[in-house]
C-alpha cells in the first residue's frame, strides 16, 4: 500500500516560519489489507532553538536564499554558513535579521572543520548550476568531486549527523556520499538523504493550478529519482483524490518530469531553480529536525538507501524520526500507466547510481 498524502497547514511566514511539510500526515501501511488513516498536518509549533545546522554552498543561488530560509526556522540555534568565498558578507546580513537564530560565515577550506563541528544536520547545495541544454548529468564532474569533499569532512567532523544532499546529479552524488561515509566507518543509511522535495512541491501546484485546488490541500507523492524520467510522480495517489484523463496525466507527468529544464530555459543562461529549491530544501530541513525533535508522523519524500525496489536508492515517503529515517515507505499501488513508468526509470536510475559508485571508488 502507499503512503496517503494529507492537507497541509499553510506557511507561517514570519520569525517562526514553517514550510508545509509532511508533519502530522497520515500513511497507508505497507500490509496488502491496511485501511487509510488521515491526520491533518500541523505547523511546528516549536519556540525554543537546539539544533545546529551547517550550509555548504551558502554563498551560492540556492545557498542564499535557503539560508534566509533556516534563519527564520525557530528550530535551529547555530547556522553555519560555508564557502569558498562570500560567507562572511552572506552571515552579517543574515544577522541583521530580527530571528534568534545565531549565524557564523565560514570561507575558505581551512575553515570547512570549524564550520562542520557539533552540527546536528548539514545541507549541502554546493556545485554549478544548469545551464540551458544540459541535463544534470552534465554538472557530474565537477559536483560529484565537491560532493565527495564535502562528505568526507562531514566524515570526519561531525560523523553523527543528517546529511541533505542537494547537489546534482542527486540520482549519483547520493550514492558517492554513501560510499564516503562507508570508506570512514560512519555510514548509516538512515542519515543521508537525496533532497527530492522540490519534486513535490513541484507537483502539489501544478495540480493545483490545473485543478483548481486549494495548493494547502493538495499532496502528490514522488517517488524514483530526481532527474528527467526517473522523476515520477503517482498521481493516482493524490490527495485529494483528483481525476486525470490520459492526455492531462501525460501532459502533466511529463511537465513535472521537465519542470526544471523549465526553469532553466526560462532564465536564459541566468542559472537554474534556485528559489523553489532553496524552499524545498527548507521544508526538508525543517521536517528533519521536526524528526530529530521527536515529533511523530512527520513524512517527506525522499531518495534514500531503500530496499523498495532491486535498486539500492530510490525516492520514496520516508517516516522521519530522531535515527533519521525510521522508516521507508513502499510505492504502493500503481496504475498501469505508472507501473510503465517504473519500468523505464528503473534501469536509467541503475546506471546513475552505478556511476556514482564507481566515481567515490576510483
Known sequence: MAAAAMPVAAPVLSARASFRGSSKSSVRRSTAKAAATTTRRRV?????SEYKVAVLGAAGGIGQSLSLLLKMNPMIAQLNLYDIQGTP???ADLSHTNTQTKVTGYAGADSLAD???GCDLVIIP???PRKPGMTRDDLFEINAGIVKTLCEAVAANCPGALVNIISNPVNSTVPIAAEVFKKAGTYDPKKVFGVTTLDVVRSNTFVAEAKGLDVNDVDIPVVGGHAGITILPLLSQSYP???FDADELEAMTVRIQNAGTEVVEAKAGAGSATLSMAYAAARMAEACLRGLSGEA???????????VTELPFFATKVRLGPGGAEEVLPVG???EYEKGWLEKLIPELKGSIDKGIAFANK
Request: proline share 0%.
Open 297 to 307: 508522523d512527520v513524512y517527506e519524500c525522499s531518495y534514500v538507501a531503500s530496499s
Open 44 to 48: 511546528a509549533t516549536a519556540t525554543t
Open 241 to 243: 483524490a483528483t481525476k
Open 126 to 128: 554546493a556545485g554549478v
Open 89 to 91: 558578507g552572506v552571515a
Open 333 to 335: 499501488d500503481l496504475t
Open 115 to 117: 564550520a562542520l563541528k
